[in-house]
């Protein structure tokens, strides 16, 4: 499996502020990903990042608020920008590995506090 | 598009009683399927997953899954729970071919609670 760390894990961040979360894992991949998760609720993609490409963002997240950094096959950062306290949530960055590159393996996340 | 149900968002039981969680997916193609677990204060641990082949599988600490393509679900089952599977669990897909880019569709979670 992947070993995934995350920075920081935690921050209080103030409001109209933006902050960057890094992402570095222990081997090559292809495909990251960036997941949210609110207060209370379930994982949801923020966008997929492939290095040498753009990243594809799901509907209802755009590049201007989560930019996102695919700089090599190891590496990758999500940027929160301009903050309020609805983005306050844990982010997770996640890889696929295993045998067939199907197994998703997550980060130990980033838990934002937005005040 | 695909989409994750979870039945109950809430589960209340003792230390050796039976657990099984439910779990309905709906995608009209090939899938894989998971359930991660989230600790109380930690981060998503995979317990189980299915690619293909036996549809009953086995996961770390004594969780089983079985898949019944029939019904589209995916439950999660363990026979005796202890104080420390009290967590968070969630069931998730993804489409079964690389093309479709491993993009996870999560359950809403269910909150697992075992009392001593």
């Known amino acids: 499996s992947a070993v995934i760390s995350q920075k920081p894990s935690r921050d209080i961040c103030q409001r109209g502020t933006s902050l960057t979360i890094q992402c570095q894992v222990d081997?090559?991949?292809?495909?990251m990903f960036w997941y949210r998760q609110q207060p209370g609720q379930s994982l949801t993609l923020i966008a997929t990042?492939?290095?040498?490409?753009?990243?594809?963002?799901e509907s209802g997240f755009v590049i201007d608020k989560f930019p996102i950094s695919r700089p090599n096959l190891t590496f990758s950062t999500l940027t929160v920008s301009n903050m309020s306290p609805e983005d306050s949530s844990i982010y997770l960055c996640?890889?696929?590995?295993?045998?067939?590159?199907?197994?998703?393996?997550f980060g130990e996340g980033s838990w934002l506090t937005v005040v | 598009a695909q989409s994750v149900s979870q039945h109950n968002h809430h589960v209340i039981l003792s230390e050796a009683a039976s657990l099984e969680l439910g779990c309905n997916y709906s995608?009209?193609?090939?899938?894989?399927l998971f359930w991660y677990v989230q600790y109380p204060g930690q981060h998503l641990q995979l317990l189980l997953k299915?690619?293909?082949?036996?549809?009953l599988v086995k996961g770390i600490k004594g969780f089983e899954a079985e898949f019944i393509k029939s019904k589209f679900s995916f439950n999660l089952r363990k026979p005796s729970v202890q104080w420390s599977d009290t967590a968070e669990y969630f069931c998730?897909?993804?489409?079964?071919?690389?093309?479709?880019?491993?993009?996870?569709?999560f359950g809403g979670g269910t909150r697992v609670l075992v009392k001593p």
């Open positions: 081997s090559q991949v292809t495909m």
């Open positions: 995608y009209g193609g090939t899938v894989n």
């Open positions: 299915y690619f293909s082949g036996d549809p």
């Open positions: 998730a897909v993804n489409a079964g071919i690389k093309a479709a880019g491993n993009k996870l569709t």
């Open positions: 990042a492939n290095q040498g490409s753009e990243a594809t963002y």
């Open positions: 996640s890889v696929a590995g295993g045998v067939s590159g199907n197994t998703i393996y």
